[in-house]
């Protein structure tokens, strides 16, 4: 991760320590050295770059900082309006953008937002350019060759404009639509869409394929994206389940990337859960290639066991649907994903994509005739308890003699029936000690005997 960017783009508080004068000197950036990485390849074409934002009050500031800048630096600023992250990337696919931009914080309040950077191939910016945009806010731009203390701007016909592109949202939606293979004529559904950049999109595709759609937090403001609603706070959507006798829910978050899942029940079905079902359900037809479903180190260890009585190998990587997409690329897997709902279905998308996978997951329930309570049999999620240790120095911490004895302790006692995990934080001074087990008080019980040790040797931030 570099000095502003993380793995999900450039996260603060709204004018805070991210500001509108930020987005501006991004767009500065991006316009010009797209617009000169065209020149030097012989094409005097005006660099295209789209741009998608979320419901946040902010997010019109900083689309319109963000288009000063990309103007100004000779770019053409394609503008989808309010809209998913999962429509930047296809849009930037599909219509050979040369880049795309997300204004979002994805699941986070409403004052907090993001910017996230998406290449041409709708992936995530890579680290190389980023590390030029990071370059470029410090006064420290090094590239072609040269430095520079500032980059020139456009002049006369090289100045680049906006251009209104709903369009490409609207095709995105009939993407979706298309994916459908099953009518769900008669399926009643409910979506929780956060208030956030799903509001006007979801309930339009679930429409259109027949189900009967019930929609809650629909109303975006500006300021209660995320607010008690989304996948974040799934209570809100388990109790709206039940009350209303929906047959299946559906929560995203801020920007529509991630999924969680509701059954009939008002049972929660987590982003491991909709793994091993969709696992499964590729398996059981031949399809899952490499027969491999790719997980984080943050899966639940009942997943793992669920996918070896399957027969379903799997990988796991660091935290960050980064990671994830990186892997599958590189091994040609299909599916893969984490915890909180980011799911990727790479045969249909380069990210995760909310509404995607509540597709996936209907086309799952009408394709085996099952309920999705009966799709989860074969797995059980075991306890889990994760504690958050403020440290002085977090990789000082882990790598200690006596706390890597007191893990490799709780590793030999659980044996096959549970597993510890400790990791650094890769955006605080923390350090994350994870148990799962057969039960919340083993869970407890293990975490303590950790965290004990952390603090007898001194790391522990009081």
Known sequence: MGKYFGTDGFRGEANNNLTADHAYKIGRFLGWYYGELKRRNGDDTLARIVIGK???????????????????????????????????????????????????????????????????????????????????????????????????????????????????????????????????????????????????????????????????????????????????????????????GLDVGFAYDGDADRCLCVDEKGNLVDGDAILYIYGRYMKERGKLENNTVVTTVMSNFGLYKAFDEAGINYAKTAVGDKYVYEYMTKNNCILGGEQSGHIIFSKYASTGDGILTSLKMMQVMLGRKKKMSELMEGLTIYPQVLENVRVTDKKAAQDDAAVQAAVQAVTEALGDTGRILVRESGTEPVLRVMVEAETKEICQKYVSQVVDVVKEKGYVVV
């Open 54 to 244: 979320d419901t946040r009050r902010s997010s019109y500031m900083f689309e319109y900082t963000l288009v000063g800048g990309l103007v100004a630096s000779g770019a053409d600023a394609y503008l989808l309006h309010v809209t998913t992250t999962p429509s930047v990337a296809y849009v930037a696919r599909t219509d050979e953008f040369d880049c795309g931009i997300m204004i979002s914080a994805s699941h986070n309040p409403y004052y907090d937002n993001g910017i996230k950077l998406i290449n041409g191939n709708g992936e995530k910016m890579d680290e190389e350019t980023i590390s030029l945009v990071e370059a470029y806010l410090d006064g420290e731009l090094e590239v072609f060759g040269q430095k520079f203390d500032e980059i020139p701007f456009a002049h006369t016909s090289k100045i680049g404009r906006t251009v209104d592109y709903v369009s490409g949202r609207n095709r995105y939606i009939g993407y979706l639509i298309s994916l459908g293979i099953y009518s769900f004529k008669g399926v009643k559904v409910g979506l929780d869409c956060a208030n956030g950049s799903s509001w006007n999109l979801a309930k339009s595709v679930f429409d259109a394929l027949g189900a009967k759609t019930y929609v809650i937090n629909a109303e975006p403001n500006g300021t209660n994206i995320n607010n008690n609603a989304g996948s974040t706070h799934i209570e809100g959507l388990q109790k709206f389940v039940v009350e209303n």
